[in-house]
């Protein structure tokens, strides 16, 4: 469902595109600039307890990041190091969202249990990435699965901004259950990707 905004969103950058390079800004320093901050503002602002702030902060850098594919393409220069770095750094800006969330529930959250469902989401985020990357290594595809990364990202985040705003007074009391029951859809959602991609890779390899 997020693919289709960042196909948007990625028209509306391309006049920052345009700017940065007409600036010798190159393509993998927008790469590092977006997970930099986007690792940052998961670590800073969730632990704090700024769960509504936070998420547009993390927004903000996650969706640049769609820049730095805009400048590659523009320059002619879409190359295996850029997609690996930015599929690399990908998962650092993912754990810091999940790693962010867990630490709030260990310090001002105070529930153990939401604390420990925030890592089980984290892990099987970080698996689906895996078998992916796994399947692709060995000439095979396992794109299949109902939690994609973007989705992760969506549900996350929004579910971050609702319990941050029920906090605020700005929702109703109950939408701070939003986040627990969004992690522990993320975790089964998780653990059925990781079993729908396995289950396609044994069948592509008996193929």
């Not at 901050?37 to 969706?63: E, K, T």
């Not at 105070?110 to 895996?130: D, E, I, K, P, Q």
Request: include cysteine; charged fraction near 15%.
């Amino acid at each position: 469902m997020l693919e289709h905004f960042r196909a948007a969103w990625a028209k509306v950058m391309n006049p920052i595109a345009d700017a940065l390079l007409r600036a010798h800004v190159t393509p993998d320093m927008v790469t590092w600039v977006g997970t930099v901050g986007a690792v940052a503002m998961a670590l800073i602002c969730f632990p704090q307890g700024w769960l509504w702030q936070g998420p547009w902060l993390v927004a903000l850098f996650i969706f640049s990041d769609s820049l730095d594919g805009n400048m590659a393409r523009k320059i002619g220069r879409h190359s295996q190091w850029g997609s690996f770095l930015d599929s690399t750094l990908d998962r650092f800006g993912d754990a810091a969202i999940f790693a962010g969330v867990a630490l709030y529930y260990a310090g001002p959250g105070n529930n153990l249990l939401w604390t420990s469902m925030s890592l089980a989401a984290l892990v099987f985020g970080m698996t689906t990435s895996y078998v992916r990357a796994k399947a692709e290594s060995l000439g095979l595809e396992a794109k299949v699965g109902i939690a994609t990364r973007a989705d992760r990202l969506l549900v996350s985040l929004l579910a971050v901004e609702i319990t941050g705003l029920a906090k605020a007074g700005g929702f109703p009391h109950w939408c701070l259950a939003v986040l627990p029951i969004a992690l522990c859809y993320l975790t089964v959602a998780g653990a059925i990707t990781v079993v729908q991609r396995m289950v396609a890779v044994r069948r592509a390899c008996q193929s």
